[in-house]
């Protein structure tokens, strides 16, 4: 027996299922109380999201000498259409007094200010952010716009500012994790219901994806807590749809392979031990495609899209493991009595060899060139909305699908106010050359005002007002400018951070990290299907159709996002990430089609092949991606706009990918290039079926 073969057998031994069950066991109890530890192990702070060397971000670390805690900007405003009172100054006087015992707020609270019109007031409130990220945020807002409301005498009233967004945010991510993974298993028990059409199965795979979640959860908690590995409410969220939909395709797999076994092999336990085999490279190479793609992730500048590279590898990993080791105990232990009311009695006919995929292979094999032609230019066609895509980022108000307060304070205070109140440039440079720096800054065009420096152990310290809103282009063009002139400045080490320049510097890692991580991802995925096909024109052909399926994608939804979502734009790292997901996942398909195709064509030939392994592997590959297409989907239930932009584009290009690329134009191109498709190995000199004996062969 071959080494592949014995390790086969391992999860579906007489005796060693029941090892595996019990090893599974165990590991489920030791990491369950460290799953539930994750969300406490999350950093949402903003250096976390950030570029480690950017600008903004050694601004962050260095203003800490003035100041010990983090504190991010509150700002309270009042507006009264008919123009502020004497009785509503007092008003808010009071407020600000009160404001002085919310939670977390620190320092000096300034204001009420009066505004030049005389319609709104503000006020300025520093909150500690803490270690909780804007967690800590929301107990100290809740608190000021209580106070406010309370006291309003007919203003309106509105928290805004770094301080009021974070905990509007905060909100926005409230429940994540609990709401997506009810979510997403709820479309997973639907789905697998409707797949295998049995009222017991589809409990095996869900147990077995839910199981690995949770030791993910557990390993990933353990390298937060205790390896510096940086996880936040973005990567947590993605950790639970990857983990249940790749584990539920990989399930799907390797039951339907199972189930076919069983129709050659009386004893379960031989069936699912060739299951394994026959199933298992298809599963490793696709799993290990999804993880350097991952992987790759790790050489990102921005450290949201760093970190979430080994969260989503360690939990694509572990599905692995679930599903060929857990997964397979279970069936064998279960028996034939699972797939009731259909059971796959032995030496009954595998019905796929004369399913509906049969026939649309048969009917692709007749016209392949027209039909690989057709397909393509058809998906070329979608490439046209690439020309509307704005991933330019997304404003405050833009980051929410509703309109939450500190959105309208923030209009409020454009209204009344210069547009950067309450989100100040923070500079920082030596003590002596600290006037000299203000003294550019201030004559800087778009700065409204700046404050008197504060002087630190040889370190000064002084804020900028911006005239524009601090997240409008005009006021990333203002930092540029200030930049350039406090740098200009002798001797004086200069730096510029603050919200606007944090907003400018992720955008331009953001799409440094595009023009890095792509192409890098493409050459590792051509490496290994070049390894797993044993090819050279088989992974060159399929990266192609995966990069044209995603260039369709993002077209099609630049499209539903402008006319039909209505949203301004897509955030700066939208590009990457739906290609990393969808160039990875989509290769997981070819890779489930292709080496099935090359399974039957070491026997038949490469036109037979190609339509045998359509046939073999249309069904689970259809539903595979129905399921995948559908957990992300859930991502838009999300009231964050760039959950729902990743979500509806992963699942678009999955449904893609399933349904007209892998199914037709793969299999058009294998079926018009035959033996040629896997040059310059020994099956390109095998000579394939004759056209004209392929139908009649199925």
């Known amino acids: 027996m071959s080494p592949t073969r014995r390790l086969a057998t391992l999860p579906c031994g007489r005796r060693s299922k029941w090892v595996v069950l019990v090893l599974w066991l165990v590991l489920l109890v030791v990491a369950g109380p460290l799953a539930g530890k994750l969300a406490d192990a999350e950093d949402n702070q903003a250096s976390s999201w950030l570029p480690g060397n950017a600008e903004s971000t050694q601004v962050l670390n260095e203003q800490r000498a003035f100041q010990p805690v983090d504190t991010a900007q509150a700002v309270v405003v009042y507006q009264r259409d008919g123009g502020i009172t004497p009785a509503d100054r007092v008003e808010a006087a009071r407020d600000a007094a009160a404001f002085a015992s919310a939670p977390h707020v620190v320092g000096r609270i300034t204001g009420p200010v009066l505004s030049g019109d005389g319609q709104a007031m503000q006020t300025i409130v520093p909150v500690d952010i803490g270690t909780g990220g804007w967690q800590d945020l929301r107990p100290a807002v809740d608190s000021m716009r209580a106070t406010a409301a309370d006291n309003d005498q007919g203003m309106a009233t509105h928290v805004t500012g770094p301080a009021g967004i974070g905990a509007d945010q905060a909100e926005a991510f409230a429940g994540i994790d609990s709401t997506l993974l009810a979510a997403t298993i709820s479309v997973v028990i639907i789905l697998l219901l409707l797949t295998y059409r ?42 639970i749809v990857l983990v249940l939909g790749a584990g539920t395709d990989y399930a799907l797999l390797l039951t339907a392979r199972y189930r076919e076994e069983l129709r050659r092999h009386e004893d379960r336990h031989e069936a699912m031990a060739f299951a394994l085999h026959r199933a298992g490279p298809a599963i490793l190479a696709s799993s290990a495609t999804v993880v350097a793609s991952m992987l790759c992730l790790l050489v990102a500048e921005m450290n949201s899209t760093s970190g979430l590279g080994p969260v989503c590898a360690i939990g694509v990993l572990v599905a692995l493991a679930a599903m060929l080791t857990l997964l397979p105990a279970l069936l064998v232990i279960v028996g034939r009595w699972v797939f009731w009311p259909v059971k796959p009695a032995f030496g009954t006919p595998e019905p796929t060899r004369t399913g509906r995929w049969a026939h649309v292979g048969a009917w692709i094999g007749r016209r392949p060139r027209k039909v690989w032609i057709g397909t393509s230019l058809a998906l070329a066609a979608c490439c046209i909305g690439l020309v509307s895509l704005n991933a330019s980022g997304l404003s405050t108000a833009g980051t929410f699908t509703g309109k939450p307060d500190s959105v309208v304070g923030q209009q409020v205070l454009e209204q009344h106010f210069p547009g950067g109140t309450g989100a100040p440039l923070t500079v920082i440079s030596t003590a002596g050359g600290a006037e000299a720096v203000r003294a550019v800054a201030q004559t800087t065009p778009g700065v409204a005002s700046t404050s008197v420096p504060t002087v ?216 018009d290039l035959d033996r040629h498709m896997w040059w310059p190995s020994q099956l390109s000199r095998q000579v394939g079926s004759p056209k004209d004996e392929l139908a009649r062969q199925l």
């Open 456 to 671: 630190h152990e040889g370190k000064a310290l002084f804020q900028a007002t911006l005239a524009d809103p601090p997240d409008s282009q005009a006021a990333k063009d203002t930092v540029d400018r200030v930049r350039d002139a406090v740098h200009a400045v002798p001797n004086a080490d200069a730096k510029v951070g603050g919200s606007t320049a944090v907003i400018l510097d992720a955008g331009r890692a953001a799409t440094n990290d595009n023009r890095t991580i792509i192409p890098l991802v493409l050459g590792v995925v051509l490496v290994i299907l070049a390894l797993l096909l044993r090819a050279i024109t088989a992974p060159l052909v399929l990266v192609a159709t995966v990069v044209l399926s995603y260039a369709a994608t993002l077209g099609i939804s630049a499209f539903f996002f402008e006319h039909v979502f209505h949203f301004e734009a897509t955030d700066n790292a939208f590009p990457l990430f739906v290609f990393v997901f969808l160039v990875a996942l989509g290769i997981d398909y070819n890779i489930f089609l292709m080496t099935r195709v090359r399974e039957e064509s070491l026997q038949h030939g490469t036109r037979h092949g190609a339509v045998a392994g359509l046939a073999a592997t249309g069904g689970v590959i259809t539903s595979a991606g129905l399921i995948l297409a559908s957990t992300f989907a859930v991502l838009g239930t999300l009231p964050v706009v760039g959950f729902a932009e990743i979500g509806f584009a992963v699942a678009l290009g999955v449904l893609l990918d399933t349904l007209v690329v892998r199914s037709v134009l793969v299999t058009a191109l294998t079926l």
């Open 198 to 239: 049995s009222p017991v199965l589809w409990a095996f795979p869900l147990l077995s994806a839910a199981g690995a979640l949770v030791v993910a959860q557990a390993v990933i908690y353990l390298l937060a807590d205790h390896a510096g590995l940086t996880v936040n409410a973005q990567s947590a969220g993605i950790l």
